[in-house]
DNA sequence: AATGAATGAGATTTCATTCAT
DNA sequence: CATGAATGAAATCTCATTCAT
């Protein structure tokens, strides 16, 4: 397997396989209990393999989240081009991440645990952002879209941007740990609360 | 120190230090990073004094989770009993949660690296509410209180509760994170978003 | 066991200890068969001992090279400083040299081990005097000493001096690896050679 | 390859080739450094051909071994028997050790990095010789020719010689590490060196 | 009240080697 | 002839915890 190579088809598969088992370790057990040991315990492998398809434990770590991160991002990508009004954005926006969120919780909570837990030598967060988040930055673009078009209110959307995310992130931590929790109904009321605060309206005392 | 008997002034001292260090060394080095001997050594103690105060590196963490948890209960209770209509309750609910996230920004991301992390020896979250999670509910029903008295409009008052929820909990990362955040800026915002997502209204294009 | 501390009597006798183990280890299975494992095994204590009172492996063999340079350099300036004509210096040098590997030599062929072998994460030597050899300086300013004064004959100091470091060098590997090697013997012949390396003389035939 | 078969060309090109990559990595990364993988990767093949055509790392390395010391020796050899007195001899047996030095350093140094380096399960060197060292017996009896024909001074063969080896010896190690380390300058002082210490010869004051 | 000393479990990683193809 | 795949042993190091003083 040398680099610049093109993988053959037992090492792409390999490659997923502990790929996702890293990931199921890693949403059932949390970043502290993904150890090399266990992640391989449950492929069935022996840790050795493990370090023979990946160089090491952040090596498959940052496989997990650039994978992830790849496919929900050409998944939004692909929603948003269907549709072209900023609110139908946004909205396309809201729900694609919670449809994705849904069928990959697992995924999306491991990336999570990676990205708030890794640090490298220096102490320093792995997969902080430098500079601008790019994922918060991109939603930002799509909120003052529907700004510059008039079709939104007035807002920061910066800090809009934030409240909204959050939202989306809460729910793959959710979704892992209580199976009875209702995502139809939650994007229901997020995308309700995110019209509610992105459209212009008028209050009804006010009138 | 024997069970049931009241502590002497230098015992809380030293366990409010060393608590305190726990807490600085969460905020900057992460859950992971926050071993016993790190924390000592930011106390300018030995490790065997930790222990000596506290029973375990569990007893610690949970201290500092109970210790912070009473503090900003506390807090949110003092300002909400100030206040009486459902509008203005959550307003407060809001305002004092993020003013107290400002002035205990390490405390706050120090706890939520400990409830997310946390883990017993069977796996599972440590600090996890079983059944309901009380904060969530507290917040829950001051929506419903709103729903009841005709103040608010129509919604689903425990996912609109999460939605507000992870807007306050991304502050405490963000703020260790990011020095440049504006928390006025966004408890604007917030609390607009609030408004609007609670107050009875009509949009402007459905007039 | 802080920085900057003085040492307790324990530590500094475990440190001995253990460094006289690895000292011993590393005579007689060689740098990489001086594991910690092994070192530790040998001292009858547990690896977490050895790391206890060094902070790595790298701090152990560090300390053992140092403390054995220093001993070594007191007792060659010691003897040195006993004799002034630099046929006298030269002799006592090399007397004095071989008679510390005599009753040291396992000391001597540990720090040959290591300054040999070890090597940092780049792969260079760790223990490679950067820029000039100081031990070979010193020996080379003796002989220049003795060419100054007239004593001795025209040679290249710096050359010479390394012939004479490598027939010091190679004795203390021999006196681990051959217990019938005679020392005594071995140190009179030096001596004889290098005084006829050194000494201004007429060759027989030259006359 | 069945054993006691005249090897292919291929074969033993393939052979030299992992050899040469073999004596490279000892050279720059010393023992430790001279994994399997790391000589794999300098030859640019997988780390299974090399343990094709060697049955082990004990096999490549003692290979290596035996093959530098067979060149040097048939070097040396053909220089001896171009001459006849002792002196010029051992003259023309330091000159073409160095020589032979200069020009494979790289190979003298790795096969040094071996010998002194590589050791059995037993924990012995596995190529020390054992009983006499062949090539310290044969300059030895270089010596004693000298001694026994007239032209040389009364001195102990056996510790003359180490001093004389333990020169040449110090060599490879220099070449490797020190590039500006002049060859020729040196080889002049030991040529001088030797004579001085082993032809007859009165002192300037004892005339 | 405090601490130094010691330990065992477990983490990541390297490496020579075996095996099937 | 060559290689990819897999493995187990061993190495260094971290950490929470126990114990004696």
């Known amino acids: 397997m040398q680099a610049g190579q093109v993988p053959t088809f037992t090492e792409s598969a390999r490659r997923t ?6 990931i199921e370790v ?23 393999v493990v370090l023979y398809y990946f160089s090491g434990k952040d090596d498959l ?17 692909e929603s948003l081009s269907r549709h072209v009004s900023p609110g139908d954005k946004i909205a396309a ?14 995924e999306i909570h491991a990336v999570v645990e990676i990205v708030s837990n890794a640090r490298g030598a220096d102490g320093t967060h792995s997969f902080a952002p430098q500079g601008e988040d790019p994922v918060l ?11 510059d078009s008039g079709d939104f209110r007035t807002f920061d959307a910066h800090h809009l941007a934030i409240i909204i995310r959050s939202a989306i992130d809460t729910v793959s931590g959710r979704l892992v740990v209580d199976p009875s929790f ?26």
Do not use: P, W
């Open 26 to 48: 890693l949403a059932e057990s949390g970043y502290s209990g993904a150890s090399l040991a266990e992640i391989a315990r449950r492929a069935g492998i022996s840790k050795s």
């Open 61 to 77: 770590l940052a496989s997990v989240v650039s994978d992830v991160y790849g496919r929900a991002g050409q998944a939004i990508a």
């Open 17 to 22: 396989q502990i790929m996702n088992c890293a």
């Open 137 to 147: 930055a991109h939603l930002e673009q799509l909120l003052r879209d529907g700004q």
């Open 93 to 106: 926006y809201v729900r694609t991440n919670l449809h994705f969120l849904e069928e990959h919780a697992a």
């Open 182 to 207: 209702d995502l139809a109904a939650y994007t229901r009321e997020l995308l309700a609360v995110v019209e509610l605060a992105t459209v212009t309206h008028r209050t009804e005392d006010s009138s």
